[in-house]
Protein backbone atom coordinates (compact mmCIF):
# COMPACT_ATOMS: atom_id res chain seq x y z
CA UNK A 1 0.00 0.00 0.00
CA UNK A 2 1.62 2.94 -1.05
CA UNK A 3 -0.79 5.70 0.56
CA UNK A 4 -2.35 5.19 3.81
CA UNK A 5 -5.43 7.64 4.47
CA UNK A 6 -6.31 7.33 7.98
CA UNK A 7 -9.11 8.73 9.66
CA UNK A 8 -8.54 9.86 13.30
CA UNK A 9 -12.25 10.73 15.19
CA UNK A 10 -11.75 12.55 18.94
CA UNK A 11 -13.22 15.62 20.45
CA UNK A 12 -9.23 16.05 21.70
CA UNK A 13 -7.43 17.58 18.88
CA UNK A 14 -4.64 17.05 20.99
CA UNK A 15 -5.03 13.42 20.91
CA UNK A 16 -5.61 13.58 17.68
CA UNK A 17 -2.04 15.22 17.02
CA UNK A 18 -0.72 12.42 19.52
CA UNK A 19 -2.38 9.57 17.75
CA UNK A 20 -1.26 10.92 14.45
CA UNK A 21 2.67 11.54 15.80
CA UNK A 22 2.35 7.29 16.92
CA UNK A 23 1.14 6.23 13.47
CA UNK A 24 4.04 8.23 12.29
CA UNK A 25 6.69 6.71 14.72
CA UNK A 26 4.74 3.40 13.68
CA UNK A 27 6.52 3.27 10.19
CA UNK A 28 3.48 4.91 8.46
CA UNK A 29 5.32 7.46 6.71
CA UNK A 30 3.14 8.22 3.43
CA UNK A 31 -0.08 8.77 5.64
CA UNK A 32 -2.51 11.13 4.77
CA UNK A 33 -4.58 11.96 7.91
CA UNK A 34 -7.89 12.73 8.28
CA UNK A 35 -9.67 14.37 11.42
CA UNK A 36 -12.92 14.54 13.08
CA UNK A 37 -13.89 15.81 16.14
CA UNK A 38 -17.02 13.99 16.54
CA UNK A 39 -18.49 10.81 15.41
CA UNK A 40 -20.71 12.68 13.30
CA UNK A 41 -18.34 15.07 11.60
CA UNK A 42 -16.37 11.08 11.22
CA UNK A 43 -19.59 9.73 9.07
CA UNK A 44 -19.66 13.26 7.10
CA UNK A 45 -15.85 12.39 6.37
CA UNK A 46 -16.58 8.99 5.52
CA UNK A 47 -19.44 9.96 2.93
CA UNK A 48 -16.83 11.63 0.51
CA UNK A 49 -13.87 9.75 1.16
CA UNK A 50 -11.86 6.20 1.34
CA UNK A 51 -9.96 5.83 3.91
CA UNK A 52 -7.77 2.65 4.90
CA UNK A 53 -7.87 2.94 8.99
CA UNK A 54 -10.25 4.50 11.36
CA UNK A 55 -9.23 4.76 15.02
CA UNK A 56 -11.44 6.44 17.11
CA UNK A 57 -11.98 7.71 20.67
CA UNK A 58 -15.01 6.11 22.83
CA UNK A 59 -15.95 8.44 25.19
CA UNK A 60 -17.23 11.30 22.95
CA UNK A 61 -19.90 14.06 23.46
CA UNK A 62 -22.97 14.33 21.68
CA UNK A 63 -22.29 10.93 19.73
CA UNK A 64 -19.66 8.06 21.18
CA UNK A 65 -17.37 5.83 19.41
CA UNK A 66 -19.42 3.09 19.86
CA UNK A 67 -22.04 4.86 18.34
CA UNK A 68 -19.94 5.89 15.42
CA UNK A 69 -18.79 2.51 14.57
CA UNK A 70 -22.30 0.41 14.40
CA UNK A 71 -23.46 3.80 11.92
CA UNK A 72 -20.11 2.49 10.34
CA UNK A 73 -21.46 -0.53 9.77
CA UNK A 74 -25.32 0.52 9.18
CA UNK A 75 -24.37 3.00 6.47
CA UNK A 76 -21.68 0.85 4.96
CA UNK A 77 -19.49 3.44 5.18
CA UNK A 78 -16.30 1.62 5.38
CA UNK A 79 -16.38 -1.74 3.97
CA UNK A 80 -13.37 -4.21 4.53
CA UNK A 81 -11.61 -1.31 6.61
CA UNK A 82 -10.30 -1.67 9.97
CA UNK A 83 -11.69 0.43 12.85
CA UNK A 84 -9.48 0.67 16.49
CA UNK A 85 -10.88 1.72 19.65
CA UNK A 86 -8.72 4.40 21.44
CA UNK A 87 -9.88 4.80 24.89
CA UNK A 88 -9.16 5.11 28.82
CA UNK A 89 -11.61 2.09 29.34
CA UNK A 90 -9.98 -1.01 29.88
CA UNK A 91 -12.40 -3.47 30.98
CA UNK A 92 -13.34 -6.79 29.34
CA UNK A 93 -16.55 -5.28 29.07
CA UNK A 94 -15.60 -2.54 26.90
CA UNK A 95 -13.55 -4.63 24.50
CA UNK A 96 -16.64 -7.14 24.23
CA UNK A 97 -18.63 -3.68 23.71
CA UNK A 98 -16.20 -2.43 20.80
CA UNK A 99 -15.77 -5.45 19.07
CA UNK A 100 -19.78 -6.23 18.68
CA UNK A 101 -19.98 -2.79 17.69
CA UNK A 102 -17.73 -3.80 14.56
CA UNK A 103 -14.19 -2.73 15.98
CA UNK A 104 -10.71 -4.98 15.11
CA UNK A 105 -8.26 -3.49 17.40
CA UNK A 106 -8.24 -2.02 20.99
CA UNK A 107 -5.75 0.90 22.63
CA UNK A 108 -6.27 1.85 25.74
CA UNK A 109 -4.86 5.28 27.08
CA UNK A 110 -2.30 5.48 27.86
CA UNK A 111 -0.13 4.24 25.07
CA UNK A 112 3.29 3.80 23.66
CA UNK A 113 3.89 4.29 19.64
CA UNK A 114 5.14 0.77 20.07
CA UNK A 115 1.93 -0.61 21.06
CA UNK A 116 -0.07 1.49 18.18
CA UNK A 117 2.17 0.07 15.68
CA UNK A 118 1.57 -3.46 16.99
CA UNK A 119 -1.95 -3.31 16.75
CA UNK A 120 -2.39 -0.93 13.35
CA UNK A 121 0.56 -2.66 11.49
CA UNK A 122 -1.35 -6.45 12.02
CA UNK A 123 -4.35 -5.31 10.89
CA UNK A 124 -3.02 -3.29 7.68
CA UNK A 125 -0.99 -6.74 7.05
CA UNK A 126 -3.37 -9.29 7.99
CA UNK A 127 -1.14 -12.08 6.51
CA UNK A 128 2.33 -10.93 8.54
CA UNK B 1 -17.97 24.73 41.44
CA UNK B 2 -19.64 21.46 42.57
CA UNK B 3 -18.41 18.05 41.61
CA UNK B 4 -21.70 16.70 41.51
CA UNK B 5 -22.79 17.85 38.35
CA UNK B 6 -19.80 16.18 36.69
CA UNK B 7 -20.59 12.66 38.27
CA UNK B 8 -24.07 13.12 36.93
CA UNK B 9 -22.73 13.20 33.48
CA UNK B 10 -20.58 10.15 33.75
CA UNK B 11 -23.50 8.45 35.18
CA UNK B 12 -25.26 9.38 31.91
CA UNK B 13 -22.20 8.11 30.11
CA UNK B 14 -22.03 4.78 31.27
CA UNK B 15 -26.14 4.48 30.51
CA UNK B 16 -25.04 5.29 27.07
CA UNK B 17 -22.74 2.85 27.11
CA UNK B 18 -24.70 0.15 28.86
CA UNK B 19 -21.81 -1.03 30.69
CA UNK B 20 -22.97 -1.99 33.90
CA UNK B 21 -22.40 -5.73 33.33
CA UNK B 22 -23.10 -7.33 36.60
CA UNK B 23 -26.26 -4.95 36.90
CA UNK B 24 -27.82 -6.44 33.23
CA UNK B 25 -26.87 -9.62 34.26
CA UNK B 26 -28.80 -9.25 37.36
CA UNK B 27 -26.22 -9.87 39.81
CA UNK B 28 -25.57 -7.00 42.84
CA UNK B 29 -22.37 -5.67 42.72
CA UNK B 30 -20.70 -3.82 45.58
CA UNK B 31 -17.51 -2.47 46.33
CA UNK B 32 -18.57 -1.36 49.52
CA UNK B 33 -16.32 -4.64 51.00
CA UNK B 34 -13.84 -3.37 49.03
CA UNK B 35 -13.25 0.26 50.12
CA UNK B 36 -9.49 -0.28 51.32
CA UNK B 37 -8.65 -1.40 47.48
CA UNK B 38 -10.52 1.84 46.39
CA UNK B 39 -9.00 3.91 48.59
CA UNK B 40 -5.01 2.19 48.02
CA UNK B 41 -2.93 5.61 47.40
CA UNK B 42 -0.48 3.22 45.93
CA UNK B 43 -2.87 2.85 43.08
CA UNK B 44 -3.01 6.64 42.28
CA UNK B 45 0.87 6.88 42.22
CA UNK B 46 1.31 4.01 40.22
CA UNK B 47 -1.71 5.92 37.58
CA UNK B 48 -0.12 8.75 38.03
CA UNK B 49 3.43 7.25 37.33
CA UNK B 50 2.20 5.02 34.20
CA UNK B 51 0.40 7.90 32.52
CA UNK B 52 3.36 10.71 32.69
CA UNK B 53 5.59 7.69 31.45
CA UNK B 54 3.66 6.66 28.84
CA UNK B 55 2.61 10.37 27.88
CA UNK B 56 5.29 12.22 28.35
CA UNK B 57 8.34 10.14 28.50
CA UNK B 58 9.33 10.61 32.64
CA UNK B 59 7.81 10.20 36.19
CA UNK B 60 6.79 12.44 38.95
CA UNK B 61 8.41 12.64 42.41
CA UNK B 62 5.64 12.20 44.81
CA UNK B 63 6.09 15.33 47.45
CA UNK B 64 3.25 15.60 49.86
CA UNK B 65 3.01 19.30 51.66
CA UNK B 66 4.27 21.66 48.87
CA UNK B 67 2.00 23.96 47.55
CA UNK B 68 0.77 23.37 44.04
CA UNK B 69 0.28 27.41 43.25
CA UNK B 70 2.13 29.70 45.42
CA UNK B 71 0.67 31.35 48.02
CA UNK B 72 -0.02 34.73 48.59
CA UNK B 73 0.11 35.79 45.12
CA UNK B 74 -1.87 35.81 41.98
CA UNK B 75 -0.76 32.75 40.17
CA UNK B 76 -3.15 31.30 37.32
CA UNK B 77 -4.00 27.97 37.75
CA UNK B 78 -5.97 25.16 35.25
CA UNK B 79 -7.97 22.28 36.95
CA UNK B 80 -9.38 19.83 35.21
CA UNK B 81 -11.96 17.40 36.13
CA UNK B 82 -13.03 14.05 35.09
CA UNK B 83 -16.71 12.51 36.75
CA UNK B 84 -17.09 9.15 37.88
CA UNK B 85 -20.33 7.53 37.88
CA UNK B 86 -21.84 3.69 38.47
CA UNK B 87 -21.31 2.00 41.49
CA UNK B 88 -18.34 4.41 42.38
CA UNK B 89 -19.85 8.52 41.78
CA UNK B 90 -17.13 11.19 42.35
CA UNK B 91 -14.16 12.59 40.32
CA UNK B 92 -10.79 12.31 39.79
CA UNK B 93 -8.99 16.27 39.97
CA UNK B 94 -5.83 17.61 38.08
CA UNK B 95 -4.38 20.69 39.18
CA UNK B 96 -1.27 22.85 38.53
CA UNK B 97 -0.04 26.13 38.05
CA UNK B 98 -0.85 27.68 34.77
CA UNK B 99 3.10 27.69 33.87
CA UNK B 100 3.51 24.04 35.06
CA UNK B 101 0.59 23.03 32.63
CA UNK B 102 1.85 24.45 29.10
CA UNK B 103 5.10 22.88 30.09
CA UNK B 104 3.63 19.49 30.02
CA UNK B 105 1.42 20.35 27.40
CA UNK B 106 4.45 21.02 25.40
CA UNK B 107 5.96 17.77 26.37
CA UNK B 108 3.17 15.85 25.29
CA UNK B 109 2.27 17.11 21.96
CA UNK B 110 5.84 18.15 20.92
CA UNK B 111 4.32 21.72 19.86
CA UNK B 112 6.27 25.37 21.01
CA UNK B 113 3.59 26.52 23.29
CA UNK B 114 4.41 29.30 25.46
CA UNK B 115 1.49 30.52 27.39
CA UNK B 116 -1.85 29.03 28.71
CA UNK B 117 -4.32 28.14 25.52
CA UNK B 118 -6.99 25.74 24.40
CA UNK B 119 -4.23 23.17 23.71
CA UNK B 120 -2.68 23.74 26.87
CA UNK B 121 -6.72 23.17 28.54
CA UNK B 122 -7.34 20.34 25.83
CA UNK B 123 -3.76 18.61 27.04
CA UNK B 124 -4.37 18.65 30.45
CA UNK B 125 -8.18 17.49 30.31
CA UNK B 126 -6.80 14.08 28.57
CA UNK B 127 -4.23 14.01 31.33
CA UNK B 128 -6.92 13.74 33.88
CA UNK B 129 -8.97 11.19 31.52
CA UNK B 130 -5.99 9.06 31.30
CA UNK B 131 -5.48 8.90 35.09
CA UNK B 132 -9.17 8.41 35.60
CA UNK B 133 -9.21 5.76 33.08
CA UNK B 134 -5.57 4.16 34.66
CA UNK B 135 -6.86 4.71 38.48
CA UNK B 136 -9.97 2.95 38.10
CA UNK B 137 -8.81 -0.08 36.36
CA UNK B 138 -6.71 -0.70 39.03
CA UNK B 139 -9.18 -1.38 40.96
CA UNK B 140 -11.04 -4.90 40.75
CA UNK B 141 -13.92 -4.63 39.47
CA UNK B 142 -14.60 -0.52 39.33
CA UNK B 143 -13.18 -0.63 35.65
CA UNK B 144 -16.31 -2.04 34.28
CA UNK B 145 -19.06 -0.82 36.56
CA UNK B 146 -17.78 2.71 36.61
CA UNK B 147 -17.84 5.28 33.80
CA UNK B 148 -16.04 8.51 33.16
CA UNK B 149 -17.47 12.01 32.34
CA UNK B 150 -15.65 14.08 29.53
CA UNK B 151 -12.82 16.27 31.07
CA UNK B 152 -14.05 19.99 31.75
CA UNK B 153 -10.96 22.61 32.60
CA UNK B 154 -11.24 25.75 34.38
CA UNK B 155 -8.30 28.38 34.30
CA UNK B 156 -7.96 31.42 36.44
CA UNK B 157 -6.62 33.07 39.25
CA UNK B 158 -9.35 33.13 42.18
CA UNK B 159 -11.41 29.72 42.13
CA UNK B 160 -12.05 27.41 44.48
CA UNK B 161 -13.13 23.68 44.29
CA UNK B 162 -15.74 22.64 46.82
CA UNK B 163 -16.52 19.34 47.75
CA UNK B 164 -19.73 18.40 49.88
CA UNK B 165 -18.47 15.64 52.63
CA UNK B 166 -16.84 12.98 50.58
CA UNK B 167 -16.73 9.22 51.59
CA UNK B 168 -13.41 9.38 50.98
CA UNK B 169 -10.93 11.57 49.72
CA UNK B 170 -7.22 10.88 48.86
CA UNK B 171 -4.94 13.82 47.62
CA UNK B 172 -1.65 13.52 46.37
CA UNK B 173 0.97 16.36 45.38
CA UNK B 174 3.92 15.44 42.75
CA UNK B 175 6.98 17.58 41.42
CA UNK B 176 7.67 17.88 37.81
CA UNK B 177 9.81 20.00 35.83
CA UNK B 178 10.14 22.78 38.56
CA UNK B 179 7.04 22.78 39.51
CA UNK B 180 4.07 20.92 41.13
CA UNK B 181 1.29 19.26 40.34
CA UNK B 182 -1.96 17.76 42.20
CA UNK B 183 -4.54 14.63 41.78
CA UNK B 184 -7.12 13.86 43.95
CA UNK B 185 -9.92 11.35 43.68
CA UNK B 186 -12.66 12.05 45.58
CA UNK B 187 -15.71 9.39 45.91
CA UNK B 188 -18.88 10.80 47.45
CA UNK B 189 -20.98 7.49 46.99
CA UNK B 190 -20.09 4.23 46.71
CA UNK B 191 -22.46 1.50 46.31
Known sequence: MSEIQALIVDDSSVMRKIVERALRQAGLESLVVHEAGSGVEGLELLKGRKVHLILSDINMPSMDGLEFVRQIQMQNLAPGVPVVMITTESSEEHVRQAIQAGAQGYIRKPFTAEQVKERVVSLLNPGR | ?191
Open chain 2, 1 to 191: MLLRGVGASAIQAQRVHGERADMEAGMAFSLRDSLHLVSEPRNLDASVEEVFRMMLGEGPERVDGESVVPVGRESESVTAVVGFGGVLSGACVFRSSAALAVKIAAQMTGMDIRCMDDTVKDAIGEICNMLAGAWKGKVPGLSANCGLSVPAVISGRDYSLHVQSPEFQLEHIYRYHGGSFAVTIVCDNLL
